[in-house]
């Protein structure tokens, strides 16, 4: 597509053509970004296009092609960067502690955790699946009622999840993680 339209051979339509559906079972989403491995092979395979449009354009979109590159920072390494920072904002909550947001960031937030003894009560996903069941983690899956009812704090792990959350819940109590995996 972009080396179509360098060419001068792209149409632009100006209707929607497609939708994106969330949280569909057997989207590309739920196929690959939850799966590391077939991730990191999706990442080598884009960052080879870019830097071969790099090259072949003679560096003409080598800063837009530098920030794209951004994105291919691990959640987790950006979560590291941070450590501090977030341990230190985590540290200062007492109660029940909840993970709103089971995809990328979830669970790489979730393992940021883990590895940081940051206790959560329990982790959930607006699709609700998988209730009553353990992460690899070892945290409670529950239903968003019971952790809307039982935190004391909840942890957004995207920008939607946040919207959402400061709309249903304590703004002041939610706190949104987005901030420091702001790459992809």
Request: hydrophobic share 35%; with cysteine; proline share 2%.
């Amino acid at each position: 597509q972009i080396k179509g339209s360098l060419r001068g051979g792209i149409y632009y339509i100006d209707k929607k053509m497609a939708v994106y559906r969330r949280y569909a079972a057997g989207s590309w989403t739920m196929r690959v970004l939850k799966n590391g491995e077939r991730l990191a092979g999706v990442w080598e395979v884009e960052k080879k296009l870019l830097n071969t449009l790099d090259i072949e354009t003679g560096g003409m979109y080598h800063e837009a092609i530098c920030e794209r590159m951004k994105a291919y920072t691990t959640f987790l390494s950006q979560l590291n960067k941070n450590a501090e920072m977030i341990c230190g904002r985590l540290e200062k909550l007492n109660g029940n502690l909840f993970m709103w947001g089971m995809g990328r960031r979830g669970v790489d937030f979730e393992l940021f955790c883990y590895e940081h003894d940051i206790p959560l009560s329990g982790v959930c996903d607006i699709t609700n699946d998988h209730v009553g069941e353990k992460t690899e983690c070892g945290n409670m899956i529950v239903h968003t009622d019971d952790a809307l009812k039982r935190a004391d704090y909840i942890l957004a792990t995207n920008d939607h999840a946040y919207g959402d959350l400061i709309k249903i819940y304590l703004p002041e109590r939610v706190i949104g993680l987005q901030e420091y995996m702001p790459f992809g």
